[in-house]
């Protein structure tokens, strides 16, 4: 996949930040068609959690936000990392949201959450990591998923590419090694948990094996113009 943009992107055919754009635009456009996170047509205060990593996921997250915003919902964005290391084509996103609303640290996620009420969230959109993620989540993911998977968070969660702590090879959820002295065992793995995956130009084999149907929910692959 990685291969088959880059491609596209050399070709001179498109740019990174077109293609970033075509996917945001289909995950926004795929909660708008399914009315998720709204119980009617006309729910003025659906209120979503967008949830960007470090990488060019995290620009297809803020994308999603600022379409979703112009759709009339209220966002919430939270980040992982650093906005000045970002991807060129994810800061430019960045930015362009920051227009809009504020980017919060993830690490303020905690102390944010805490005077709301129960399920304060009608959507959560998990921009964290996508299919390049090899290792196991950061601690600062724990919060958040754990009360995404208890229902304490939102009423439904879409997946970017992949969920999160999930790997897009084999479907497994990334888990972090046992000390080889055998000093501790493995710890356990986190992963977000969606009930829907948007995927761009093909499903890949972590959607379909190992955890991956489990935590991905249905799968929709979406044409992005590969």
């Not at 803020?62 to 970002?86: E, K, N």
């Not at 102390?111 to 964290?128: I, K, M, Q, R, S």
């Not at 479907?171 to 090694?177: K, Y």
Request: glycine content about 10%; charged content about 20%.
């Amino acid at each position: 996949m990685r291969a088959v943009e880059q491609a596209a992107i050399a070709s001179g055919r498109v740019t990174g930040l077109e293609l970033m754009e075509r996917a945001g635009r289909a995950v926004a456009d795929v909660i708008t068609e399914r009315r998720l996170g709204t119980s009617n047509d006309t729910n003025p205060t659906a209120r979503a959690l967008v949830i960007c990593g470090p990488g060019n996921n995290g620009g297809d997250g803020f994308v999603v936000a600022r379409l979703l915003h112009i759709r009339g919902w209220q966002v919430d964005v939270f980040l992982y990392g650093d906005p000045d290391t970002l991807p060129p084509d994810a800061k430019v996103n960045h930015d362009l949201w920051s227009v809009l609303g504020p980017v919060h640290p993830l690490a303020s996620f905690p102390a944010f959450c805490e005077p709301l009420a129960p399920l304060p969230f009608d959507l959560l959109v998990d921009a964290a990591f996508g299919i390049g993620l090899t290792r196991p989540l950061p601690q600062e993911f724990r919060t958040v998923f754990t009360h995404l998977s208890s229902g304490e968070l939102a009423r439904s969660c879409v997946a970017i590419d992949i969920p999160s702590g999930l790997c897009a090879d084999t479907g497994t959820v990334l888990r972090p090694a046992a000390d080889p002295a055998g000093r501790w065992p493995a710890a356990e793995g986190l992963a977000c948990k969606a009930d829907l995956t948007v995927t761009f130009h093909t499903a890949k084999p972590g959607h379909l094996t190992g955890d991956g149907p489990r935590y991905c929910g249905t799968v929709i692959v979406k044409d992005i113009g590969l």
